[in-house]
């Protein structure tokens, strides 16, 4: 669908003056955004401007251009620790976390694809996200149609958690993490360790 016409679609199905069916708005954020289109999207929402700069950022903010492996490995180090710092809250609301809360451990790994693999079976990464999915500011049809166009924009849920981060009432920006995956950082926490590499 032509992106001018689904963003026309967006206004009247948060004006509630039209209905669509679920999965409709799954392309709105895909094709290349202006930022009076990302002003457009987002002015019906709570926290529109932290929303809109979250978006901006993502789309718009460039790739570390740091070559220097020692100087990277330092600064991805520091930044997957102030996340989980900022993490703490939250863990403490989620039963499983508190071993590993009080045995907080983190573990550079020089390969990328280990790490990587390892996250897909981070069944404790999984529990956060899940936890914090239900942490909704309000419910109802826009937002869980924003959530779907997210999912359209970006796989990587740590990115999601990132953008959609202004509706939920959780005590975490994910701006560590954001930074930390905007230099290649990944990460997977196995047993009481958080391993990360960068590619």
Same mark, same amino acid.
């Given at each position: 669908?032509?992106?001018?016409?689904?963003?026309?679609?967006?206004?009247?199905?948060?004006?509630?003056?039209?209905?669509?069916?679920?999965?409709?708005?799954?392309?709105?954020?895909?094709?290349?955004?202006?930022?009076?289109?990302?002003?457009?999207?987002?002015?019906?929402?709570?926290?529109?401007?932290?929303?809109?700069?979250?978006?901006?950022?993502?789309?718009?903010?460039?790739?570390?251009?740091?070559?220097?492996?020692?100087?990277?490995?330092?600064?991805?180090?520091v930044l997957i620790k102030l996340d989980f710092q900022e993490r703490l809250s939250i863990f403490k609301e989620i039963a499983e976390f508190s071993q590993f809360r009080s045995n907080m451990k983190f573990e550079y790994v020089e390969e990328f694809n280990v790490v990587e693999n390892l996250a897909f079976d981070d069944v404790l990464s999984q529990m956060f996200f899940n936890?914090?999915?239900?942490?909704?500011?309000?419910?109802?049809?826009?937002?869980?149609?924003?959530?779907?166009?997210? %999912?359209?924009?970006?796989?990587?849920?740590?990115?999601?958690?990132?953008?959609?981060?202004?509706?939920?009432?959780?005590? %975490?920006?994910?701006?560590?993490?954001?930074?930390?995956?905007?230099?290649?950082?990944? %990460?997977?926490?196995?047993?009481?360790?958080?391993?990360?590499?960068?590619?």
């Open positions: 669908m032509e992106k001018q016409q689904l963003i026309k679609d967006w206004i009247l199905f948060c004006q509630g003056n039209r209905n669509f069916e679920k999965g409709h708005f799954y392309s709105l954020l895909m094709d290349e955004l202006s930022e009076d289109e990302i002003d457009i999207i987002y002015e019906p929402f709570i926290n529109k401007k932290k929303l809109k700069l979250k978006l901006k950022k993502y789309l718009y903010s460039l790739e570390s251009s740091i070559n220097i492996t020692s100087k990277k490995k330092n600064l991805l180090e936890y914090t999915d239900f942490q909704i500011i309000e419910e109802n049809d826009k937002v869980d149609a924003l959530y779907d166009a997210l %999912y359209g924009l970006v796989a990587d849920f740590d990115y999601r958690l990132y953008l959609f981060e202004p509706l939920l009432s959780v005590n %975490y920006t994910g701006e560590y993490l954001f930074q930390f995956k905007k230099m290649g950082g990944v %990460y997977a926490i196995k047993d009481e360790t958080v391993m990360y590499s960068f590619r």
